[in-house]
């Protein structure tokens, strides 16, 4: 159980998770600000992250929504609006019981944006 601030406790069972951000501007400072341990917590992810061990980051040219929506076809979403709660996505945050293929992932939301530019 992990306090995601006003949502209140919410949980988080044990497994793989995909979370689908967004930055318009300033990437970099975005992912950089998501990796460091001590920051102000202010988004959902904010409070999760002191949990997990980061093992990759991505960029798409897709919107967040788009990808959410892809991602959402294979995985459960156990927090409802999780980093969605300003969009109309489900959740943001995806997770599977068993080890992602890190590969997998990138090539299919790059030939998903291959085939719609």
């Known amino acids: 159980m992990v306090c995601i601030g006003k949502r209140g406790t919410c949980a988080f069972p044990a497994g793989y998770y995909i979370y689908v951000g967004s930055a318009r501007k300033n990437l970099e400072q975005r992912v950089a600000r998501h990796l460091r341990t001590r920051k102000k917590q202010f988004w ?9 061990d980061i093992k990759a ?4 040219s897709l919107s967040e929504q788009r990808v959410a929506a892809l991602l959402a076809r294979d995985f459960e979403s156990p927090v ?4 969605a709660s300003d969009t109309k996505s489900n959740s943001h945050l995806f997770y599977s019981r068993k080890k992602l293929k890190l590969s997998l992932y990138p090539l299919s939301l790059l030939t998903e944006t291959e085939r719609r530019v």
């Not at 409802?80 to 980093?83: E, I, M, N, T």
């Open 44 to 52: 959902h992810i904010d409070y999760l992250l002191p949990y997990v």
């Open 80 to 83: 409802k609006k999780f980093g």
């Open 57 to 60: 980051v991505w960029v798409s």
